[in-house]
């Protein structure tokens, strides 16, 4: 039986599982006992594995960290590489946000693009090849990790006790395939506040906004003390700007809310940081001279709208991967402290190391100091290597689109073993909506995926 033909007979199926998959809420959470990640995910992962076994894989819960489903023989094996969790939800979705309504052929819903719709797809590759009865040579096995978006303790647990695939791919960002990743850091700035303000100005009391590192924050406010009444200069600031700003009065204190658009901590000129936004608009105000005043002015200096690192000191690029890309996604300021956290991609044939002296020279004598908190190194397979060229292959058949493989700042589960690559879901053409407001992915783009992938696991695995 062909394989895609088997797809476009199960399709009713395909949609079903994606539906169901959607409308469980597995954002990270509380751990309880032997839910690692909380209660979301794992109702997610023991779902999933349910699923696989109705489907008539063998399966594996990997100490509620993660979990396989496999079929087929052979000393090799061909991976896959999805991930259950998905970011919170954010603000304002035309439809909500796990109900996976379908509105002019499309299912919407937190995850339906990154990564449950891919990871049901690939499932349902996996499906239709076995129920085809294609002569493979490789064992094929989907891992499902549980703490993509966060600390990816999920998927390193799984390798630290089962034995990774020989070669995989994962259906986690773009097509066509992906050989090469930017290198990701996580840090946080942080300055102590000493000195208490003057008593002329404004004060500030506290800023807050944002929810992860690698989120272009869509809100952020900032309470302060001011004798001046501030809804003209904030409405006409608004305006000149093209921002959205808004001021409520709560007794003496005045409140700024700041609105942005939210997107993929890699993608940040496809949003709009509203932390920023507000930051660069406090400095333009008769602020207390102090610590915090210091802070703002270094930040509109220094950060601003700037997505490329270019004044603060890391603007690196390379000809395999072009410009560093810099977020500024979460800020918690009183009046002790701030800590800005920030997540940048560097370029490929850069190091880290170049990243933080670029910094550190900026920031000598602010009194902003830098915390570490996580590297993930770069990632670089040559165009010519065979799992890039067989991907690159299945695309351009499937497609008729010869373009070249790609690199991206976006980090996936390529990069947590050897010989893997990032492989779709996303197409050239189409809108980056992970992370963001009414993520959706269309039926015919699911089903479309699905004959991608299990050509390529044919390729891979025959
Ligand atoms: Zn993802």
């Not at 773009?174 to 090469?180: L, S, Y």
């Not at 996580?186 to 500030?204: A, H, L, Q, R, W």
Request: glycine share 8%; hydrophobic share 35%; proline share 4%.
């Amino acid at each position: 039986m062909d394989f895609t033909k088997r797809i476009d007979e199960m399709k009713d199926q395909i949609i079903q599982s994606t539906q169901e998959i959607i409308s469980i809420k597995s954002v990270k959470d509380k751990p309880k006992e032997n839910m690692p990640f909380g209660q979301g995910i794992n109702d997610c992962l023991e779902h999933t594995i349910n699923l696989c076994e109705n489907l008539g894989f063998e399966t594996k819960n990997v100490d509620h960290y993660a979990a396989h489903a496999e079929f087929g023989h052979g000393e090799e094996v061909v991976g896959i590489l999805a991930h259950l969790d998905v970011v919170p939800e954010g603000d304002n979705w035309t439809y909500p946000p796990y109900a996976a309504e379908i509105h002019d052929d499309k299912i919407y819903g937190r995850g339906t693009i990154d990564d449950k719709g891919p990871a049901i797809a690939t499932l349902y590759a996996m499906k239709a090849l076995k129920d085809s009865g294609v002569k493979l040579n490789k064992k094929i096995r989907i891992i499902f990790g549980t703490d993509e978006e966060s600390g990816w303790e999920g998927i390193n647990y799984y390798l630290q006790h089962e034995k990774a695939p020989d070669l995989a791919f994962t259906p986690d960002a773009d097509f066509p395939a992906i050989h090469g990743e930017k290198g990701i850091l996580i840090f946080d700035f942080v300055k102590n506040f000493k000195s208490t303000p003057e008593n002329t100005g404004i004060k500030i009391l506290k800023i807050n906004g944002g929810n992860r590192p690698n989120m272009v924050p869509d809100y952020c406010e900032v309470h302060l003390l001011s004798d001046e009444d501030l809804k003209q200069k904030v409405t006409t600031y608004g305006k000149e700007n093209n921002i959205k700003l808004e001021v409520v009065q709560q007794e003496k204190i005045t409140i700024i809310k700041s609105f942005g658009v939210s997107a993929h901590g890699s993608l940040p000129h496809a949003g709009q940081n509203a932390i920023s936004q507000l930051i660069v608009f406090l400095n333009t105000l008769d602020l207390a001279d102090g610590d915090i005043s210091d802070f703002i002015k270094v930040y509109t200096d220094k950060i601003s709208m700037d997505y490329y690192g270019e004044s603060i000191g890391c603007g690196l690029t390379d000809e395999e991967s072009g410009k560093l890309v810099f977020n500024v996604g979460v800020i918690n300021l009183n009046e002790e402290k701030v800590n800005l956290s920030i997540n940048i991609r560097y370029p490929i044939t850069c190091t880290d190391t170049q990243v933080y002296d670029g910094m550190n020279k900026e920031l000598k004598g602010t009194g902003i100091g830098i915390v570490e908190i996580e590297h993930k190194n770069p990632i670089y397979l040559p165009k010519d290597h065979e799992l890039v060229q067989k991907l690159m292959k299945v695309y351009r058949d499937f497609t008729g689109d010869h373009s070249e493989a790609i690199t991206i700042g976006g980090g996936t589960y390529a990069r947590a073993m050897e010989n893997a690559v990032a492989f779709g879901p996303l197409f050239p053409d189409q809108p980056e909506l992970a992370h963001q407001k009414d993520e959706y992915i269309s039926i015919d783009d699911l089903i479309k995926i699905t004959k991608i992938y299990a050509n390529a696991l044919y390729e891979l695995a025959k």
